[in-house]
C-alpha cells in the first residue's frame, strides 16, 4: 500500500470518522479485535445500526472483519495493509480522544463487556430482542 493519500482516499477516512459513534467503535478497537456484539453493547445500538457503522469504517480501509461461526469479529486494520499515514492518522485520532470523557466511560464499560464472554453477551442480547 501506498504511504501517500488520495483525495478520495481522504475523503472516504473523514467521512467514515465524522459519526461519534464510528469513532467510538475505532477507539475501542484499539485495544484489540471485538465481536459485532461487544461493539453493540458498548454503543448501545441495534445490530443492523452497528452493521452499517462498521460498514462505513471497512469500505474507508481503516477495519477489517472476520466471521468465526456466527461471530463476526472486527479489528483495525494494520499498518502494513492500510500504509503509514493512513495508520498514523487513525493513531493519531485515537491519541487526541483518549482523555475524553464518552472514551472513557466507553472503556470502563468495555472491561464489563469483555468479563461477560460471548456466549452470554449474545444470549442476553438476544433475550433483549425478544
Known amino acids: ?3 501517500n493519500f488520495s483525495m478520495e482516499q481522504f475523503t472516504n477516512i473523514t467521512k467514515a470518522l465524522s459519526d461519534p459513534h464510528r469513532v467510538r467503535a475505532l477507539v475501542a478497537l ?6 459485532a ?3 453493540i ?4 445500538l441495534a445490530p443492523s445500526t452497528v452493521s452499517k457503522h462498521m460498514s462505513i469504517l ?3 480501509g481503516l477495519v477489517r472483519s472476520r466471521k468465526d461461526g ?5 479489528s483495525i486494520v494494520d499498518e502494513e495493509k492500510c500504509g503509514r499515514m493512513v495508520w498514523e492518522f487513525v493513531q493519531n485520532t485515537i491519541s487526541f480522544l483518549r482523555l475524553d470523557e ?3 466511560a466507553d472503556s470502563e464499560k468495555m472491561k464489563g463487556i469483555l468479563e461477560l464472554g460471548l456466549e452470554a453477551l449474545c444470549k442476553k442480547q438476544k433475550s433483549v430482542i425478544e
Open 70 to 74: 456466527r461471530w463476526i469479529h472486527y
Open 58 to 60: 471497512k469500505a474507508a
Open 41 to 44: 453493547e458498548l454503543l448501545g
Open 102 to 104: 464518552t472514551i472513557q
Open 30 to 35: 484499539n485495544h484489540g479485535e471485538l465481536c
Open 1 to 3: 500500500m501506498t504511504d
Open 37 to 39: 456484539c461487544q461493539v
